[in-house]
C-alpha cells in the first residue's frame, strides 16, 4: 500500500444483488440512452436496478452556486426515495461527489446523512471494485480516449476504474491525450458565468482530444461531455464522446464467447 | 464586531483592479503571447513539482503532518503571536502591529524617516506588495528598489507580479530584454538569460552597498526562538537584511510558528511545492540585530505584523483554514483558469487560487465578487497544497457569503453584495420544481416535448459550443415504459 | 499603535477563548529510511553538485594548497578570510602569489572595497545536511555575515564529521532553539534564479560559485 491518502479509501458491498440507480438531471432530459444502458448493464450482471421515480437532481446546480437553502431543499427531498440500505449506483462522478461528500456538510444535521453518503457509488467504481466485473470484447479494433471528471478524479478518486474497464477491452487501445487530467472547462455555472474562461479551456481539451487521433471518447460525465460535445460539435469535428456505460454495454457482448483466448 | 466600517481613503489600489476583473480577463485572454508565456512557465513548474514529491507516501504524511503543524499554531495564534514579541523584543529586534495597510506603510515610514533613510531596497515580500509600499515611500520622497529579479523586472515595467514566487513569469526573454534596454544604462543587447541576469545584477549590487534601508518578508516566524526566516535562491534576500543598516521585516500576523522545530517539514514541503526544489538557496535565520562585536549586520531589525483582514479569516472556524497558506504557489500553478488568464487579470496581489480565497476578506466580497465564481471547482489547487487547505470548498463558501440574504449574520465585509434578485430567483423557482417530484417530473414531461422550441442560441454557452438537444422523452418515462413492457410480458 | 496591538490579540483571543490543547491531534512525521554514512555523504554531495556548486574532496593539509590552485585558475590574486577562526592557519598556508585579506575590519567602513574589491572569500561551517545538501553557516564576530555573501567567489570548508541526515535531525541534536546567533544560514549552492523565463542563471545577487572544500577523513 503505498497511498496514505484515505480520503478515497471505502468499503465495497460484495456481491450485492440489488442497487439503486441515480440517473441525474442531466441524463434524465438530454441523455436518458446512459441511464438506459446502466441498467440494462447492471441487469446483465444479475443484478436487480430499482430506479425511484421520485429523484430530480442532487442539487449541485444551486450548491456551487452559493445558494444553500435552495440546493438543500432538493437534496432533503432526494434521500427520501432512496430507504433500503443498498448501494446507489450514480451515472456522474460530479453528482456522486455532491452526494457522497457535500451532502455529509449540507444535510449535517439530517440523521443517518452518513449512512446515505456511503452508499453512494459512481458507476465505474462499483463495476470494477463492487462486482470486479469481468468484460469480453466483441467489437472492432480502435483507438478511444478516456475524459475522467475533475470530480470523479479528485472527489471519488476513480479515474483508476474508468481506466481499468477500458482496458479490459481487448480490441480498445486506450490513448492519453495531452493535459489528460485538465479540467474541461465545465464546472457548471462557471461555464456561463465565465463563458470566456471556459470556452478557452474546453478549446485545449478538444484539441488535445482530437489529436490524440481516436475515434471517440468515453466518460462517465454527462456534464463534461456536453461540454466537449458542445464545443467539438460547434468546430465541426466529428470527434464525440460516449457515456462509459453505453459504450461497455455495446462492446461487451456477455453471450458471446467472443475471440477471447 | 462591524466589519464594514472602513476609511475609504484606505481602500486599497487593488479593490479597483479586482473589480475590473471581467475585463481584465477579456483583455489577457485576447494575448496569445502571455498566455504562451503562462502555459509554458505552469508546465515547468508542475513538472518540477512532481519530480521532487514523487514518493506518494512521503507527500502525504508531510502534507498531513503540515497541516496539523499549521492548524496547531492557529489555534494558539494570539498566544504564539505575544510569545513571538516578547522573544523578538528580547533579541532586541523591535516589534509593530497594523491592523491596516495604511498604517503598515505608516509604520514602515517613520522608522525610516526617523533614521533619514532615503533610499530603500527590498526582498521579495508579498506582504509589502499588499500594502503597496512602494507607493507610499515614493510618496514621501524615499526611493525603494525591487532586488529580487523578478520583481526587479516587474518594476522597471511599472508591474505588479504576476505570480507569487515567480514575479516576472508573464514575460519572456526577449520582451525583458527590451525593458532592459529602455530602462538600463549602458544596456549591451542580448536575449542571452545569464547575461542579461548579470547586467541585472551589476545595477543591483551598487544598490545594495548604497541603500540606507533594507525590507523584507518572513516566510516563518518563530515563536520560541524569536527567529525570522527567509526562504530564497538569489541571495538578495541576504543582501537586504544584512547589507543596510537598517533592516524592516512586514509579515503578515498567520506566519508565526510555535517551535522551530516546526520549521523543517514546512520548509521541504513548501520549497518542493513551489520550485521542486529540495531547499532553496538560502535559508535565512535572523534573530538578533548586530551585536556589539559583530563587524556587519544591521544595527536594527524590526518587525511589522500587519492583519489586513486576517482576523477576519480567523473569525470563522471553516474560513480560518485560508491562514495555513504557506504562500507555495502551488495551486496556481496547477490551475487551468490561472494558466489561460495569468496573474494580472486578478486584479489582486495574491492571484489564482489562493488570491480567490484572501482576496475576499482584504479587500472585501463586494471588489471581488467575480472571484470565487471564476472557478470549474475542479479540485486541482486543493489536492497539491501542501497544507491541505481544502481551497474549492473555500471558493464555494465564499459563493454562499456573496449571496447571502440581508439579515444573515455578519460574517465578512461585503458580504451579500454578489446577491441578484433574478438570480435568487431563478433558483428558487429551480428549488422548487425539483424538491417536487410531480412537479419535476411534468416540468421535464413538457419540457422534452417542448423541445423544438429550445433555442438554439443559449448566451455564453453557445459563443463556443452548440446547445444540447433535449431527449424526446425523459429517462424516468423510459423506465417507467420498460417497466411495464417487463411486467406485461 | 499598541490600539491595533489589543485590537488584533483581542479580536483573535475572542475566537479561542476555549481552545483545549490536549485536543490537537497528534502530528506524525514521514519515517525516513536510515542511512549509511557514506549514502549521507553521498546524497550530500550529489545535491550539491546538482545545484552547481563544486566539491573538491581534500585533508586539512590540503586547503591552502587547493585553494591556491582554484583561485590561479580563476586569474584571481587576493582572498578575504576570517582572523581566529577554525581554519585560519590552514587558509593562511596558501602560495604567496595570493594576498591574503584578514577581516578584520568594521563593515560600514568598507563597504566599496568588499563590494568591488573582493574577488573571493572563504569560511568555515558549523555543520552540514545530507538530505537536501544544504551547509550551515553560523557567522561570528571573526567570520562575518557578508563574507559568504558578498565576494563573487565563496569556498566554505566543510567537515564531514559534522554531517547530519537532516535539518530536522540537526536541531534536534544541537538543540539550536537554545541558542540561535544573530544570523544562521543554510546554503545550498551558489546564488541562483531564474526568473527570467525559467531559466536557471547562477550569481544573481550573492555568489556566482560556491566551492565546497569537503574534510573526509
Ligand atoms: S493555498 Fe496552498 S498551494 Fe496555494 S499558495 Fe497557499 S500553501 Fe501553496
Not at chain 2, 495564534?77 to 495597510?101: C, Y
Not at chain 2, 535562491?233 to 506566519?255: F, Q, S, W, Y
Not at chain 2, 514546512?266 to 518542493?272: A, D, G, K, P, V
Not at chain 2, 495555513?324 to 489561460?340: D, E, F, K, L
Request: glycine content about 6%.
Amino acid at each position: 500500500m503505498s497511498q496514505v491518502n484515505t480520503l478515497h479509501l471505502r468499503d465495497y458491498p460484495k456481491n450485492p444483488t440489488k442497487v439503486y440507480l441515480y440517473g441525474t438531471c442531466l441524463a434524465d432530459s438530454l441523455f436518458p440512452d446512459s441511464g438506459i444502458d446502466a441498467i440494462e448493464f447492471l441487469e446483465r450482471q444479475g443484478i436487480e436496478v430499482i430506479f425511484p421515480q421520485g429523484q430530480s437532481c442532487c442539487g449541485q446546480p444551486a450548491y456551487n452556486s452559493g445558494y444553500t437553502d435552495e440546493a438543500k431543499a432538493v437534496a432533503l427531498e432526494q434521500i427520501r426515495h432512496f430507504p433500503l440500505d443498498i448501494p446507489i449506483v450514480i451515472i456522474s462522478g460530479s453528482c456522486g461527489g455532491m452526494m457522497r461528500h457535500h451532502y455529509k456538510d449540507l444535510l449535517k444535521d439530517e440523521p443517518g446523512i452518513e449512512k446515505f453518503c456511503d452508499r453512494i457509488f459512481e458507476f465505474t467504481e462499483f463495476l470494477v471494485n463492487s462486482l470486479n466485473v469481468q468484460l469480453n470484447d466483441s467489437g472492432p479494433a480502435e483507438r478511444v480516449a478516456l475524459h475522467t471528471s475533475c470530480a470523479a478524479r479528485r472527489e471519488m478518486g476513480v479515474h483508476i476504474t474508468g481506466k481499468k474497464l477500458i482496458e479490459q477491452l481487448d480490441n480498445v487501445e486506450l490513448v492519453t491525450h495531452d493535459y489528460e487530467s485538465e479540467c474541461c472547462g465545465f464546472g457548471g455555472t462557471f461555464s456561463v458565468k465565465h463563458g470566456d474562461i471556459s470556452n478557452v479551456m474546453v478549446s485545449d481539451k478538444t484539441k488535445n482530444l482530437v489529436n490524440a487521433d481516436v475515434v471517440r471518447y468515453v466518460s462517465a460525465d454527462w456534464g463534461c461531455m456536453m461540454n466537449i460535445n458542445g464545443s467539438l460539435e460547434h468546430q465541426k469535428e466529428s470527434l464525440r464522446g460516449e457515456h462509459i456505460a453505453s459504450y461497455l454495454l455495446a462492446r461487451n457482448a456477455m453471450d458471446n464467447t467472443g475471440d477471447k483466448s | 464586531m462591524s466589519v464594514d466600517q472602513v476609511n475609504p481613503n484606505d481602500e486599497s489600489k487593488y479593490a479597483a483592479s479586482a473589480r475590473a476583473f471581467r475585463d481584465n480577463v477579456s483583455r489577457d485572454l485576447a494575448n496569445d503571447e502571455l498566455r504562451s508565456n503562462f502555459r509554458g512557465a505552469m508546465d515547468y513548474l508542475v513538472d518540477k513539482r512532481k519530480t521532487a514529491l514523487s514518493d506518494s507516501d512521503e507527500l502525504e504524511t508531510l502534507r498531513e503532518q503540515c497541516k496539523l503543524i499549521k492548524q496547531r499554531c492557529l489555534v494558539k495564534l494570539p498566544h504564539l503571536l505575544e510569545a513571538l514579541e516578547e522573544k523578538l523584543t528580547a533579541n532586541g529586534i523591535k516589534v509593530h502591529w497594523a491592523e491596516t495597510i495604511t498604517e503598515a506603510n505608516e509604520i514602515i515610514a517613520e522608522i525610516i524617516e526617523s533614521k533619514n533613510g532615503k533610499t530603500v531596497v527590498k526582498g521579495k515580500s508579498m506582504v509589502s506588495e499588499e500594502t503597496a509600499l512602494n507607493d507610499h515611500l515614493e510618496s514621501r520622497d524615499i526611493e525603494c528598489l525591487e532586488s529580487d529579479m523578478g520583481e526587479y523586472i516587474v518594476q522597471l515595467a511599472k508591474e505588479h507580479p504576476s505570480h507569487i514566487i515567480m514575479p516576472a513569469i508573464h514575460q519572456n526573454k526577449k520582451q525583458v530584454a527590451d525593458l532592459f534596454a529602455k530602462n538600463i544604462e549602458g544596456f549591451e543587447h542580448t536575449t542571452d538569460v545569464d547575461a542579461l541576469i548579470q547586467q541585472g545584477r551589476n545595477v543591483l549590487r551598487d544598490k545594495f552597498c548604497n541603500a540606507d534601508v533594507g525590507v523584507s518578508g518572513v516566510n516563518f516566524a518563530v515563536a520560541e526562538t524569536g527567529t525570522l526566516c527567509l526562504v530564497e535562491n538569489e541571495g538578495n534576500g541576504r543582501m537586504c537584511t544584512t547589507v543596510p543598516d537598517l533592516h524592516i521585516a512586514i509579515t503578515g500576523i498567520e506566519k508565526v510558528v510555535e517551535h522551530l522545530s516546526d520549521v523543517p517539514p514546512l520548509l521541504s514541503l513548501l520549497t518542493r511545492s513551489a520550485t521542486g526544489q529540495a531547499i532553496s538557496t538560502y535559508f535565512n535565520m535572523i534573530s538578533h540585530p548586530r551585536q556589539q562585536d559583530e563587524k556587519d549586520g544591521p544595527g536594527e531589525v524590526h518587525l511589522v505584523l500587519l492583519d489586513n483582514g486576517r482576523s477576519q479569516m480567523y473569525s470563522d472556524d471553516e474560513l480560518r483554514q485560508t491562514l495555513q497558506c504557506i504562500r507555495c504557489g502551488a495551486c496556481m500553478n496547477h490551475c487551468p483558469v490561472y494558466t489561460r488568464i495569468g496573474g494580472h487579470a486578478y486584479g489582486t496581489v495574491y492571484p489564482g487560487p489562493i488570491g480567490k480565497i484572501v482576496s475576499p476578506h482584504m479587500l472585501g466580497l463586494e471588489a471581488t465578487t467575480n472571484l470565487p465564481t471564476a472557478s470549474s471547482l475542479c479540485g486541482a489547487c486543493g489536492e497539491v497544497c501542501p497544507v491541505k487547505i481544502p481551497i474549492p470548498k473555500l471558493l464555494l463558501r465564499l459563493r454562499q457569503e456573496s449571496v447571502k440574504p440581508k439579515g444573515a449574520p455578519q460574517v465578512m465585509k461585503g458580504q451579500g453584495s454578489g446577491r441578484k434578485t433574478s438570480e435568487a430567483f431563478i433558483w428558487s423557482v429551480w428549488s422548487m420544481i425539483h424538491k417536487q417530484p410531480l412537479f419535476y417530473r411534468t416540468s421535464m414531461w413538457f419540457a422534452t416535448r417542448l423541445r423544438f422550441l429550445m433555442p438554439k442560441k443559449l448566451g455564453a454557452w453557445t459563443v463556443a459550443r452548440s446547445a444540447p438537444k433535449l431527449a424526446p422523452k425523459t429517462l424516468h418515462e423510459r423506465i417507467k415504459e420498460r417497466e411495464q413492457a417487463a411486467k406485461g410480458k | 499603535m499598541t490600539s491595533a496591538r489589543n485590537n488584533i490579540l483581542s479580536k483573535l483571543k475572542s475566537q479561542v477563548k476555549d481552545a483545549d490543547y490536549s485536543k490537537l491531534p497528534a502530528e506524525q512525521g514521514f519515517n525516513y529510511p536510515q542511512q549509511s554514512f557514506s549514502e549521507q555523504l553521498e546524497q550530500f554531495i550529489t545535491h550539491l553538485e546538482n545545484n552547481h556548486a563544486q566539491i573538491i574532496k581534500l585533508t586539512r593539509a590540503e586547503i591552502g594548497k587547493v585553494i591556491t590552485q582554484e583561485l590561479a585558475a580563476r586569474n584571481i590574486t587576493s582572498l578575504l578570510y576570517g582572523d581566529n577562526s577554525q581554519y585560519t592557519q590552514d587558509i593562511e598556508q596558501s602560495d604567496s602569489s595570493i594576498t591574503l585579506n584578514k577581516y578584520s575590519f568594521d563593515f560600514a567602513q568598507h563597504k566599496e572595497r568588499l563590494f568591488n574589491d573582493t574577488p573571493a572569500g572563504v569560511t568555515g561551517s558549523r555543520c552540514a545536511i545530507a538530505q537536501t545538501g544544504s551547509i550551515v553557516l553560523w557567522p561570528t564576530p571573526d567570520e562575518p555575515r557578508t563574507l559568504s555573501l558578498v565576494p563573487p567567489v565563496h569556498f566554505v570548508i566543510v567537515d564531514a564529521k559534522t554531517l547530519y541526515p537532516s535539518f530536522g535531525d540537526l536541531i534536534e541534536q544541537q538543540q539550536w532553539a537554545d541558542k540561535l546567533p544573530t544570523n544562521a544560514v543554510l546554503v545550498s549552492g551558489p546564488s541562483k534564479t531564474a526568473d527570467i523565463q525559467q531559466t536557471l542563471a547562477y550569481g544573481a545577487h550573492g555568489p556566482k560559485e560556491l566551492i565546497v572544500l569537503l574534510l573526509n577523513s
